[in-house]
């Protein structure tokens, strides 16, 4: 095998350059190889405008497909729920590595939680699925909160609360994990009371189709149950045209067979769109491999049924039905 090194393509933020680094050292492992990063400046990278406005899907992603497609990087690692749902026939989703946590966290003044934030409390965030999970909660428990559309990088927007702007915001866990910061979180919102979007926590490794030696050693990277739980959330996804403008959220649960990493949906056998049926504050637990049972219905409302190949370990991918 060559030596030469490989190139992985990442975006510039901090957050970026973090988990593709860590994503590097994992496939140097495999591989004997060293890799090297090449940075690439996306259109969500330096427009100013908000993802709604800019249409949100695909705006983080295609700079990095269109240096793979010219050859100028081997393989490249995106924040999954950033993907399009299109997948391109010149490049193949190599690997989905294990799921980090996929709950969202508050960031807030003075240490507090999400429900000791004073009426009136200003929550920054730029994810309508955010936005509308906030105020639904709010309304529902007498709180009156003002919801505050912002973007930029992690230290941008934690920045808002340490400058007294604003009371408080809404990250990702993941993200604050991989640079190190889980930290200054202050509350983690469980399953119940914010869902997670599509893809939230987990990351995406791609090359270019026609490369099926870096295919195969980029698949010694990927978790058989992630990938399934990822499918399972993007494919509805897909079916009702979501994009970054729609508060969309959703959430899977398997059966409980055997045990998975922390990022992974709590075995349950069921799904819901905004009802997490078993859900709690925890990090979810999955199975290792799936064997799932007849179509189960979740016993609230609003809710669609799945159904799954049934012994086929370790690729049993959950398929949609309609109600």
Known sequence: MTDKALRLGTRRSKLAMAQSGQVAEAVSQVTGRPVELVEITTYGDVSREHLAQIGGTGVFVAALREALLRGEVDFAVHSLKDLPTAQPDELVLAAVPQREDPRDVIVARDDL????????????TGAPRRMAQLNAYARAHGLEIETVPIRGNVDTRIGYVRKGELDAVVLAAAGLNRIGRSDEVTDFLSVDTVLPAPGQGALAVECTAENADLIAALGELDAPFTRAAVTAERSLLAALEAGCSAPWARWPTFPALGSAGA??????????????CAASSAPPTAPRWCSCPPPVPC???????????????????????PV
């Open 113 to 124: 939680k999400f429900t000791d934030l004073p009426n009136g409390a200003r929550i920054g």
């Open 263 to 276: 990022g992974d949906p709590r075995p349950t056998g069921r799904l819901s769109r905004k009802c997490a």
């Open 299 to 321: 016993p609230r409302r609003r809710t669609r049924r799945w159904r799954s190949v049934a012994n086929s370990p370790p690729t049993c991918l959950p398929r949609a039905r």
